[in-house]
């Protein structure tokens, strides 16, 4: 079937399909986690606009199936609208008398690979949460391949981005899944944490989707990631969203993805492991190249496919000699086993985490500068939870009752959400600083389950140092510190019973050092 000239002034779209479709390709190359997303859903879908959360959080009322576009009006909108502009746009093309325009080309395909991943969104979204060893075969593929052709398949046409039915499918599926394990991993409700999302989302896709499409897909694996933050921010996490979202080919022969993308995420803690179990770890060793080296060992570069990823934790602690060694397997792809000469192939790539500043390490003299700098292309800085509270004090609430929920299950996980954050307000405080970020939450809510009860280990920062000084120098008795604390308990609780219960004592007893304090204030 040729392309012949067209009899509609209006060429392959009328006017009104061509501002959906200009804002549904906008749309389409949007990094989903901005607001951005927001206005270009309300200018494609006009009075059918429903207004929506301005980022995409995970709702701490629903279950992980929050995520489908059952729950998000715009997304069917926009779906259905664009089945009905694309398969209008496809029956003109036999009436077409000119070529349309290249732009006109570039947001039809945009407009059905939308369609193909509105249709398709519940069984990729099913397989993304799939974890079996090796994939299997998709009884649905050749479904996928016509529909595909039937949309795409037009004589003579070339279109802006060549694909494959086999390589879209890959791309759509990685989308799918990048969006599901951005939005599982990386919680948090406040515009802080939404940017995080949106910074982990840049870093799989980059911040042009359509050269990702066309090329950069293929080349991501040799672009390091380091993820900086403080201790227990969710680096790890960070690592896992975008090491479970790699790019994973798909092999149509077979009718299956080629890896599992499960199976190829590897987190190795460094700080954990002296200098020659650590590089028998990540180099592997051969046998008799050491005492106790029984047998040949395949080290985690090796085991790293061209799908895969391995995680750094701690990159920071690495021991000099072991720098050189990496820099090598990153810069020339190449690695030796432990007592081997033969050079093996690194294919997968590296996400590196450190709470240490790296460029004062490097000054230091503690960390190589080639190696710090091959590190440091594509970087992501994880807040700490008193960053992502300064921005909304809601935060607070809503990841008590995500990790609640994900702690005591959907039952039982709101009750273990109030007993939390009534335990906080009395006996910790709003402006507790959490020194332990995320990971700190995530305690305190486990030993309120287990305990019904959270004792920080760490002093909170923001009460420490000068109010220590100050609290030695004023020569207060005990007895003194005992009415003046009782007192200002009562006041900042307002009431004895509630004081009580924030220090774990009797009301009486409150009540006589609170009212002492009142008379004889120190």
Not at 9 to 29: D, K, M, N, V, Y
Not at 144 to 163: G, K, M, S, T
Not at 255 to 267: G, L, T
Not at 371 to 394: G, H
Request: some cysteine; overall charge neutral.
């Amino acid at each position: 079937m040729g392309v012949r000239k067209t009899l509609r002034p209006q060429g392959l779209l009328t006017a009104s399909e061509r501002r959906f479709a200009e804002a549904l390709s906008e749309l389409s190359a949007t990094n989903p986690f901005l607001e951005r997303r927001i206005r270009l859903e309300r200018e494609a879908l006009g009075e059918e606009f429903s207004e929506p959360l301005s980022y995409w959080v995970p709702d701490a009322g629903a279950t992980e199936l929050h995520e489908s576009r059952l729950q998000r009006p715009n997304l069917e909108a926009l779906g259905q609208r664009a089945e009905r502009v694309v398969l209008a746009a496809r029956g003109r093309f036999a009436r077409l008398r000119h070529t349309p325009s290249a732009r006109e080309l570039q947001v039809y395909q945009d407009a059905c690979l939308y369609v193909l991943l509105y249709r398709y969104d519940a069984r990729l979204f099913e397989l993304s949460r799939e974890v079996a060893a090796r994939p299997k075969p998709l009884g649905w593929y050749p479904e996928f391949v016509r529909e595909y052709e039937a949309l795409l398949n037009i004589d003579e046409v070339r279109w802006p981005v060549q694909l494959e039915p086999d390589t879209a499918l890959a791309l759509l599926f990685q989308l799918r899944r990048a969006f599901h394990y951005i939005f599982r991993y990386i919680l948090g409700s406040s515009p802080v944490s939404a940017h995080l999302r949106a910074e982990t989302w840049t870093s799989i896709f980059t911040h042009d989707l359509r050269r990702y499409q066309t090329s950069s897909f293929r080349r991501m694996h040799d672009i390091v990631t380091l993820v900086t933050g403080p201790t227990g921010s969710g680096k790890e996490l960070v690592a896992q969203a975008i090491g479970l979202s790699r790019y994973v080919p798909f092999d149509p022969k077979r009718k299956a993805f080629a890896d599992s993308f499960a199976e190829q995420y590897h987190a190795l803690h460094l700080a954990a492991l002296p200098v020659a179990l650590l590089e028998s770890e990540l180099f592997g060793h051969r046998r008799g190249a050491f005492t106790g080296a029984v047998e040949d060992r395949v080290g985690w570069l090796e085991a790293c496919g061209p799908s895969g990823t391995i995680f750094l934790d701690e990159v920071g602690e690495l021991p000099h000699e072991v720098q050189v060694k990496l820099l090598r397997a990153i810069h020339a792809r190449t690695f030796n086993r432990l007592g081997e000469s033969a050079p093996r192939a690194f294919l997968g790539k590296v996400v590196a985490a450190t709470h240490r500043d790296l460029a004062h390490e490097v000054r230091a003299g503690r960390f190589r500068a080639d190696l710090y700098y091959r590190l440091s292309a594509d970087q992501i800085r994880t807040p700490s939870l008193q960053a992502r509270l300064a921005s909304d004090p809601e935060e607070l609430g809503n990841l008590v009752r995500l990790i609640s929920r994900r702690v005591a299950g959907d039952d039982s996980g709101e009750q273990l959400a109030d007993e939390t954050l009534g335990f906080v307000r009395e006996r910790l405080g709003v402006d507790y600083a959490w020194p332990g970020n995320i990971r700190e939450l995530e305690q305190c809510v486990r030993s309120v389950l287990v305990r019904g009860r959270y004792e920080p280990a760490l002093p909170d920062p923001a009460r420490s140092g000068t109010f220590d000084q100050e609290l030695v120098a004023s020569g207060w008795s005990l007895a003194d510190l005992e009415r003046h604390y009782a007192r200002l308990m009562v006041e900042h609780t307002g009431s004895y019973s509630a004081a009580a219960r924030r220090l774990g004592v009797d009301r009486r007893t409150l009540k006589l050092h609170a009212d002492a304090g009142r008379s004889q204030s120190p």
